[in-house]
Every structure is written in structure tokens, then in C-alpha cells.
């Protein structure tokens, strides 16, 4: 297999590129609707892309969580099933990351995120329930383990296996999909072609790209990516970590690029989006000068658990030089951002405010 890192073009002006991981850059929502197109659409790989075939493609279900033995399945076969299209955002659990460091001065350890590893896609595929069911799932299933096709990831000269991570059953046949479709036109590569989970408000580990696997265990699984990482450690947390995260945190972000230039006595249309995997958003307060004063932004979207809700505020600048600009977003459960995060070493579920800088002059 070509190992070409990232396989879709990565113009400068739309993407951040460390490594094989790639961000939307800050300014480029800003163009998109509510739904994030492909070819913009963030991509984080633990190792690199690769370029698999439909026709020789294969999903296997096994382990002794199924009554009898695997049970593979062919594309057409998964693409013959009832199929279903939901929207949901996909985001990585270190987004925000580097805001730990620049905001809060803490170090962490991963890829230093700003605000761009999230999107909002229509995917369409079967539910991981019906294939579950037509492989036999027995009631002394417990955990079900979608594993990638992609290289093992290889950290510190040791080698993790193919990336994989348990889901339990409860969660499994609930709300999960084996996506083969986004945005109406099949998955790119790097999004996980030819079929991908996508596990709706959990951590972006959790939505398994090229899934090749799925382990159905009467007991409880682990992974590197349970154990290792995708938990907290850090002073607030027990020695051995947090549990494994799950869900996804709330966040605002604004859609003007930092440092952007304002002229001053002249009235601007700022935009932004605000987010929240436990609940929809319900209210946005926006402040345009450091946090001394907050208003309501307009939202422009009816608020959903599942997406993004843009917002907006009319902001009128009177005196040249530095400016900070706030978003804080509470959603229907009553979760707001705080002013800063809990510290864990590994930087993930970043939920405090941004400070976003801009120029008046
Ligand atoms: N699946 C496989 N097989 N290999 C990976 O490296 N990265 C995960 C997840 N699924 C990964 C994977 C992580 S950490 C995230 S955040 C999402 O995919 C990113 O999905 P995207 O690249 O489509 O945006
Ligand atoms: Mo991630």
C-alpha cells in the first residue's frame, strides 16, 4: 500500500499540517455552511492514509460475544442493508489542545490543536446494531472492538497495533454508524474509505477509519487507546487516570482568523459556532472587550445536540490597538464554559473560553 501520509490536497490557506495530521485553519469555517466540507474537513492520523479497494475490502465480526463463528461481510452486502443519514460532528479529543499552553501555561503532551480539529458531516451508512444482530451478538456480549486496517501505530519504538478502541455494547446498538457515505458522495480516503464508525458525541478515537474488524467479547476490552492515552492524568485525576473518555465538552470558536485587522468607528458582523456533545446549544454571550462586558449573540441556527449552531454579533470598535474577543456557549443541560480547564497532561476535552486576539486599527 502507498503510504502517502495525507491523501487529499492540503492547500495552505484552508489547513494547519503537523505531520499526518492536518487542522481546518483558523478563517476557513468561515466560508462553509453548517456542514463541513469534505475537502476541508480535518483529518488526524495516527499513522498514514491508506488507499484501500471496495472489491477487496472485507468486514469481519468475530469473538465470543457473538453466538457462533466471524461473520464476514462484502461491501455490497453492507451496502445492501437499510441504510441511514444523520448528521453529527466529529472532533478530536485533544481540539483546543494547544490552549493550554498558550492560555493557561501548562505543558501537555500531542498534537498542539488550536480550534480546527472538529467538523460537521452527513453520513450515511448502516447502523452497527443491524450488523451486530446479523452476526449473531448474544447477550453475553459486553464490549464490541471496531479495529482500522491502517499500519500499527509505532510510538517511542513500540509498536500499539492497528488502532482500535472498545465500545460498550450499550453504546454500540445505540446510535453507532458504519459509515460508507459523506456528504452525499463516498468517503474520501483519509475520512476512512471504504467504510468508517462514526460514533456520534464521543471522543474522535472512538470513530474508527478503514474499519477492517470488529471483536464482539463476552468480557471487557481495552486498547492502548483506552489504557495509555484517551484518559485523563494529571493531579486532579487518580494515579491510574480517569476512566476512558467518552464524550465529547462544549466549545465556542470565532470565525475570523486571530490577529484579523478591524477599522475602528465602523460597525462589523462578527461570526462564530458553538458546540456541545451533551445537549444543544442554547445561549452564546459574546465579549468584545476581554470579558469586562457580555451580550447575547444572535444564533442562526435552530440549536442541535448533533451540529453546530452559528452565531452572531455586531461589534462596533471605537479606539485602535489589541483586542480580545470571548465566546461562551451554554447548552440545554446547563453546561457553560468555564474560564479555564482542568489541567491533564495529555491536553484533551479543552472547554475553557478562548481568548482570541484581533487588531483595531
Ligand atoms: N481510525 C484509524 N483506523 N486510525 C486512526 O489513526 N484516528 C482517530 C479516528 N479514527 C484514527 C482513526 C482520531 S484520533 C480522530 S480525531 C478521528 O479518526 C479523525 O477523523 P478524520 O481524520 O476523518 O477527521
Ligand atoms: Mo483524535
Redesign the pocket.
Known sequence: LAAPGIAKPLPAELFTVRGTNAETAPGAFAGTGRITPADR???????STPRLGESEWRLTVWGDGLNGGPVRFTYGQLRSLPSVTRTAF?E?AGNGRDYYATQQGQSVTGTPWTLG?I?VARWRGVRLADVLRRAGIGGQAVDVMPR?L?DAYVTGGVSLGR?RRPLPVAKAMDDVILAYEMNGEPLPY???FPVRVVVPSWV??A????LGDIEVSATALSSPWTTQSYRMFGAAYPPEGSAPLTRQTIKSMFECAPGTLFAPGRTHHLTGRSWSAAAAVRTVEVSTDGGAHWRRAKLRDTPHRDSWVRWSVDWRPRHDGPAVLLARATDARGNTQPPASVHNTQGYLFDAVVRHRVTVG
Open positions: 474537513f480535518f483529518v488526524r492520523n495516527h499513522t466529529l478530536c480539529a467538523g482500522g491502517d488502532p483519509d475520512h476512512g474522535g478515537i470513530s474508527i477509519k478503514w
